[in-house]
Each structure stands twice: as structure tokens, then as C-alpha cells.
């Protein structure tokens, strides 16, 4: 999370062009959105018993366990000839890369987009805290279930965009990190995800690769934006940046348990 605020501060100086980044998470990691409120929503004690990391993201959205996933970013001003000036229009564009990324994996994934009034106020009041519960605007879904989960941000000029490509979920692990009002409601929604939400390997007749995925999306987003992507390395400055931020701020409780 440091790393993505610091290349939108660089990118917000000119000194980086726009930028698409693929990464990890080590240990597997729960992340909230930017204005979740930790103890209402998360098991605290759960997440010490699994040993997972856990961080507050700058983009809004509901809570993510990063664990057997390929998470991307996109960095890009919102002056960008091709950045539309509504959050929405900009989800739809960004979203191409993703729908050419699963179609270079065969998977028909197509936009999700919101049609009745009721399908509106549910994304206004979601039935959980889980994100993968219900997609939103211009999400990717498979048959109707949701296969990617981003998020966005705008920051002085410039758009971050985030989210997590799902190779596998295990949905006990996933809803043990939450509360719930009670278990009777916390089993109806689980029972009911697997209806929302599914990942790559469960569409595939075998398991792919984390590189191939990552091969997939680098060619799906230069389709999709029609960009051609350089590899980019940080200079030992910037990772000192970044490490500072991240002392400072991304794995400070202040940052982290806020709300």
C-alpha cells in the first residue's frame, strides 16, 4: 500500500509515466477499505489465529483476503486523454485490461453492471463486509458471479485503481474473518457466496500458474488500453521512500484500526 501512494505521488510529479502494477502478498494478508470500521466488522482474534497480515488500503470498497491471487494497480492521472471524468467511466475503461486479461485465460468474463433500482441500493447497503459478496460497477463476472474485486481512489489529480484477481478462495477461512450479526445469518450468506463470487481454478479444467495469470493480464491490459507496458525498476531511493512511508504510516495501528 505504501509502494501505490508513493507512485501516485511520483506519477502526480512527472516523474513516472502511468503505471500498471502486478504483486503479491507475503504473508497472505486481509485488507479494508479506507472507510471500514475495523472492530464492528473484523474478527480481530480470528485474524491472529490464521497469522495473516493486515492493512487498511487507501481505496474505499469492503474487506479482501489477499492470499492465492494476482493483485494489480493502476496509476494514471485524471487529465489522461483516455481517464473519463466519472469514477464510473473510469472503472469501465480500466476494466477492459481485466476483460482482455480473462479472455487470454478462455474465460468469457463480461462488465457487471447494475440494472433495477434494487440491484443500485444494494450496492449502497451491502449485505456484508466481504468483498467479494456482490460485484459492483463494471466488475468482472463469469456466469454471473463475480471473478475480480477492485477499488479506486482519486488523490490530487490522480486515479488509483486496485484489485484482486482470484486464483482460489477458501470461503471458511474468508467468513471467520468477519462478524456477523449472528451465525444463523453468517451461514446464509456463506451458503450463498459460492452463488456471487468464484475463482479462476474453479472455471478451469486444471489449476493455472500465478506466471501465466500474470501473462495473461500484462497482455490483457495492452489490448484493452491499447498501451505497450515497459518493465520498470525503482531506483534504491524510491524503495527507501517507501519503506519510510510504510514505517511510518501502513503499519502504524493509527493508520490501520482508524474509524
Not at 91 to 114: C, D, H, K, M, T
Not at 192 to 209: C, M, R, S, Y
Request: hydrophobic share 35%.
Amino acid at each position: 500500500m505504501a509502494l501505490d501512494e508513493k507512485l501516485m505521488q511520483w506519477h502526480r510529479n512527472k516523474d513516472i509515466p502511468p503505471l500498471i502494477r502486478f504483486y503479491g502478498w507475503d504473508p497472505a494478508t486481509l485488507s479494508v477499505g479506507y472507510f471500514q470500521h475495523v472492530e464492528k466488522e473484523i474478527d480481530l482474534e480470528a485474524l491472529k489465529e490464521y497469522q495473516l497480515g493486515f492493512v487498511r488500503r487507501p481505496t474505499g470498497g469492503r474487506g479482501v483476503l489477499h492470499d492465492d491471487e494476482l493483485t494489480y494497480s493502476v496509476i494514471v492521472s485524471e487529465d489522461h486523454p483516455a481517464m473519463p471524468d466519472t469514477v464510473t467511466e473510469a472503472y469501465r475503461v480500466i476494466s477492459e485490461g481485466l476483460l482482455e486479461g480473462f479472455r487470454q485465460l478462455n474465460l468469457q468474463a463480461e462488465f457487471s453492471i447494475p440494472r433495477t433500482i434494487e440491484e443500485k441500493e444494494k450496492l449502497k447497503n451491502p449485505r456484508s463486509s466481504v468483498c467479494f459478496d456482490a460485484p459492483s460497477w463494471y466488475e468482472m463476472v463469469v456466469e454471473g458471479r463475480k471473478v475480480a474485486g477492485s477499488a479506486q481512489t482519486r488523490q490530487k489529480g490522480v486515479i488509483l485503481q486496485h484489485g484482486s484477481i482470484i486464483l482460489s478462495i477458501d470461503e471458511e477461512k474468508l467468513f471467520n474473518l468477519f462478524i456477523f450479526p449472528n451465525e444463523k445469518i453468517r451461514r446464509r450468506l456463506q451458503q450463498g457466496f459460492g452463488k456471487k463470487a468464484v475463482a479462476i481454478n474453479d472455471l478451469l479444467a486444471e489449476p493455472v500458474p500465478i506466471e501465466k495469470v500474470k501473462e495473461a493480464f500484462r497482455k490483457g491490459f495492452e489490448l484493452g488500453l491499447d498501451i505497450h507496458l515497459q518493465d520498470y525498476t525503482l531506483t534504491d531511493e524510491q524503495e527507501r521512500e517507501v519503506y519510510q512511508l510504510m514505517e511510518k504510516k501502513y503499519s502504524q495501528d493509527t493508520w490501520n484500526y482508524k474509524w
